[in-house]
């Protein structure tokens, strides 16, 4: 069964991490990228057992940090996102039923509902966002979206902040 390991950055996120981190139980394990914050944001994650990494000047690549979670999957998340519950039994499907080798994987890819102010909408195209650890096609904190990448049941949230 392969691992998944959720990879997020975080500034100050304290209000919005907490309903994410809940959402992540089909994850092996929870790397934190902090950018200083100076509000309760790492203490939050470490109660969730999330591995915190600061984020400095000089700091490795998005790639070098999806490195330090050796053989497995990233999955990459904003701190205003959540799975929800059906996408959260898909990836435990998947992690079940998978048994190719990871290099010769296709990414996964996974469709966003996202709140706005006068409601919910619905991504049409879903976003590659759960590679192999050795992925090397990024766009700033995210994955590039792949033609290959294969879409998985569920919705990932983006819930609107202030």
């Known amino acids: 069964m392969p691992r998944i390991t959720a990879l997020l950055y975080t ?15 089909p994850c092996d394990e929870i790397l934190i990228v902090d950018h200083a914050s100076c509000d309760a944001t790492s203490h939050l ?3 969730y057992g999330a591995r915190i990494i600061p984020a400095r000047t000089g700091t490795p690549s998005v790639e070098q940090f999806s490195s330090l979670v050796g053989e497995g999957w990233v999955l990459c998340l904003d701190p205003r996102e959540s799975l929800s519950e059906a996408l959260a039994a898909s990836l435990f499907d998947w992690k079940t039923d998978w048994k190719e080798p990871i290099d010769a994987a296709p990414p996964v890819s ?10 919910w909408i619905e991504h049409a195209a879903a976003q590659t966002r759960l590679v192999p ?16 990448a294969i879409p998985l049941d569920g919705k990932l949230l983006r819930f609107a902040f202030p």
Not at 137 to 145: E, H, T, V
């Open 133 to 148: 650890s050795n992925w090397n096609r990024w766009q700033g904190r995210f994955p590039i979206n792949h033609e290959s």
């Open 110 to 119: 996974l469709f966003v509902r996202e709140e706005k102010g006068d409601g």
């Open 45 to 47: 994650a470490r109660e």
């Open 11 to 25: 500034e100050n996120d304290e209000l919005r991490i907490g309903r994410c981190l809940e959402t992540l139980y």
